[in-house]
């Protein structure tokens, strides 16, 4: 399935070498990607307004797993795979507020937390103990305004997952708890995963594929600041250039301090960046090897007028550099789905961000 020793491959990356073309087109690989790296990892899923109130349900597909949400009567968001304990049928189909969650199939129900409250026809069942038949649990955690869920419930906390950051993003003057959903926006991207993170993490495009962004950033690498933060999320600032106007989503310090434009991704699916003036995520559904959902949240401030969010929400719909990077990343996965796109060539300065998260794949599919 891969093409050649684990160990052997990390030491290629480390040395300039990017993944071999199968790992963005073979369906093996993505296969065990999903097991190996996305049902082991944190992923932003939701907003905390989606399930605000007790009763509240959302279904969300999480590394192509149906998934439960639900705000239960302890006050705290639960999670389940959305999977009926009795024949496999989806257990919810829709968002909504419910007391419980029943089964369409048949009548299997289940309290908000997933238990098993009643299956109809099953009194005087030998072996049949309703308590030995929950919903399937997933790790959940509430972020400020932002819910995450992992696969994985014997996994790492998120807080493990991307110790460190929140105390820098603080630091850098975004605390996250300081904010609310505002808007979001949706693209369907035909390419593997990996191809947009590879896209995303670096700038070194930035000059030649994103005039509008490079015109508002200081292009000159020595400005750039780029570090790793931990194995799974890594952070890049770039400096705003003198005179650029404020805009829907930053915002100038009101002294003469540098102005950054913050870029920071968490490992594998999710970046978060702020300006300012509230933060942005983007997040990734992992839909097929060569297809993905990405969509663009941002949470502003709670007294955010309402025209500004109609502004912002016009704005990122027609953002260029998003639609740039949409084509770029369609062309790129045009190249690898021929199966003879060369190993690509990194290098060392504008590129060891994206070493370093091409390693960390390789690591978790040996791990």
């Known amino acids: 399935m891969i093409s050649q020793d684990a160990d052997a491959l990390i030491d290629s990356i480390r ?86 969650l029943q089964c369409h199939y048949h009548g299997w129900t289940y309290d908000l937390d997933g238990s098993l409250k009643g299956a109809p026809r099953s009194a005087g069942t030998e072996n049949f103990e309703p308590a030995d038949y929950g919903l399937v649990p997933v790790q959940v955690e509430q972020w400020g305004p932002m819910v995450w869920v992992n696969i994985d419930t014997n996994g790492p906390s998120l807080h493990d997952w991307i110790a460190g950051m929140n105390d820098m993003l603080v630091e850098r003057g ?26 995303t993490i670096e700038c070194y495009h930035c000059p030649t594929t994103h005039p509008e962004f490079a015109r508002a950033i ?56 702020h300006s300012g003036k509230g933060f942005d995520i983007g997040s990734v559904a992992v839909l097929d090897v060569d297809k993905i959902r990405f969509t663009h949240t941002w949470f502003m401030p709670p007294d955010t007028p309402a025209e500004q969010v109609a502004l912002g929400k016009k704005s990122l719909d027609a953002d260029p550099t998003i639609h740039q990077d949409v084509d770029i990343c369609n062309r790129v996965q045009a190249s690898h789905a021929t199966g003879l796109a060369p190993t690509g060539r990194m290098f060392s300065e504008p590129e060891f961000l994206l070493q370093h998260l091409q390693q960390r794949v390789v690591e978790m599919m040996r791990d």
């Not at 609310?180 to 993170?197: E, R, T």
């Not at 005179?243 to 540098?258: A, I, L, N, S, Y």
Request: proline share 5%; hydrophobic share 40%.
């Open 15 to 100: 040395a300039g070498s990017a993944l071999p073309t199968e790992w963005f087109s073979d369906r093996d690989i993505f296969s065990a990607e999903l097991t190996r790296i996305h049902r082991k990892a944190w992923h932003y899923v939701a907003h905390v307004g989606e399930v605000a109130e007790v009763g509240d349900v959302i279904v969300r597909d999480v590394a192509r797993v149906p998934v439960i949400l639900a705000r239960g009567k302890d006050g705290s968001v639960k999670g389940h795979v959305n999977i009926c304990r009795h024949r496999g049928h989806p257990v919810v189909l829709d968002d909504g507020n419910r007391r419980v």
């Open 174 to 199: 975004c605390d996250v708890t300081q904010f609310v959903f505002g808007l979001s926006s949706s693209w369907i991207i035909d390419a593997n995963w990996k191809v947009f993170q590879d896209n």
């Open 218 to 273: 200081h292009m000159n690498p020595s400005s750039q600041e780029m570090g790793v933060g931990g194995p799974n999320w890594i952070h890049h600032r770039l400096l705003f250039r003198d005179g650029v106007d404020e805009g829907v989503t930053f915002k100038r310090p009101p002294t003469d301090e540098p102005f950054y434009y913050h870029y920071n991704w968490i490992f594998p699916t999710t970046y978060l960046q």
